[in-house]
């Protein structure tokens, strides 16, 4: 069941081809880490309750929930691929819930929410529609900013739903419920992780997840396999990196004959099947495929590719494709300025 409240905030860890070895230098990561083939950047993620009909209504943790999202730049949506999960969050026998209705209730329980955010400003945003076009725009962006919702969102979610912000009085509550759905997959892009694909049952939802949302990057995914190889790695049984295909065990005397079957299971019905366990597909996916974002790696000495402390390629940044040299100087700039309040 359901068990999470309050949003559990953490960091994960995207991987970035080296740029140290192909410059026969040695980096000096100021956050992460690199082994030489990946820089791994750290990225913020955060863990909410799990949404539940009606949230939009104020059910389960309702608003709250959907509030805890607007920050994000993207989303990873977590189903039950084995369809062993209710839509409360219960448990049930694998097979009996398809998850496609989780990401339909998904899009759903947004597109509401934000359509509620629209209802309760109309009357401010109708009187700036009777100047021009563009005091719409303004207007939809005062309202919506709070959502990290940009112009360009907006734009093109007009676009996408087949509207015009000139006939916005004109809008109906149906084309309001269209706007505000287009504007939630364009300003808060999702990936599907489908987990438990290491269950029986999962293999049959995954084909239909894949072929029915076809819009979306399903990816699938064994969260307890990527569990157990994490433990085993960590412990020095084994050799593996989040994201790798294969694993290689190291201390096979330390292992009993359960442990090497279950780390066999891993690499015959998940490794070799799905090429990993997903987790860190999941991230990457999401960050460098869907939303679009690019590694920057900035120094303040070219010639030698390093900090004023002669720290080599200390930084890599990922940004939006688009970001100008002058919105990645304020980037560098703040996060100094925050390493050095943590200091």
Not at 26 to 49: E, H, I, N, Q
Not at 95 to 118: C, Q, S
Not at 252 to 280: E, M
Request: charged share 25%.
């Amino acid at each position: 069941p359901f068990t999470t409240i309050n949003p559990n905030e953490g960091v994960a860890y995207v991987r970035v081809k080296s740029l140290c070895s192909s410059l026969g230098v040695r980096c000096s990561p100021r956050f992460g880490s690199c082994d030489g083939t990946y820089r791994f950047v750290p990225v913020s993620l955060l863990d909410v309750a799990g949404l539940v009909p009606g949230a939009h209504a104020g059910r389960g943790l309702g608003n709250k929930f959907l509030d805890d999202l607007r920050k994000a730049n993207g989303n990873i949506l977590v189903v039950d691929c084995s369809g062993a999960t209710d839509p409360e969050g219960n448990p049930a026998k694998p097979g009996t819930y398809n998850p496609i209705e989780d990401v339909l209730m998904v899009e759903r329980e947004f597109a509401h929410w934000v359509k509620g955010i629209l209802d309760r400003n109309w009357r401010k945003i109708r009187s700036e529609a009777l100047k021009s076009s563009s005091s719409v725009l303004k207007a939809l962006l005062s309202v919506l900013s709070g959502l990290s919702i940009s112009a360009q969102h907006i734009v093109s979610a007009t676009a996408a739903a087949g509207l015009s912000l000139g006939d916005i009085m004109n809008w109906s509550n149906e084309k309001k419920l269209e706007f505000s759905f287009h504007l939630f997959k364009i300003a808060k892009p999702m990936v599907i992780a489908a987990n438990k694909v290491d269950v029986q049952e999962a293999e049959k939802f995954l084909l239909e997840l894949k072929r029915s949302l076809s819009d979306y990057v399903v990816v699938p995914v064994s969260s307890e396999a990527e569990l157990i190889l994490k433990k085993a790695a960590k412990a020095g049984l084994i050799s593996y990196r989040p994201g790798d295909s294969d694993f290689k065990v190291t201390n096979p005397d330390k292992l009993s004959r359960q442990q090497l079957k279950v780390l066999d299971l891993i690499r015959d019905k998940i490794l070799r099947k799905y090429g990993s366990t997903g987790v860190q597909n999941c991230l990457e996916e999401l960050i460098f495929n869907v939303m679009k974002y690019i590694a920057v790696f900035p120094v303040e000495d070219e010639n030698k590719l390093s900090d004023h402390k002669g720290n080599i390629l200390p930084d890599v940044f990922i940004v939006p494709q688009m970001t100008t040299p002058k919105e990645l100087a304020y980037t560098v700039s703040y996060t100094h300025l925050r390493a050095h309040e943590t200091e």
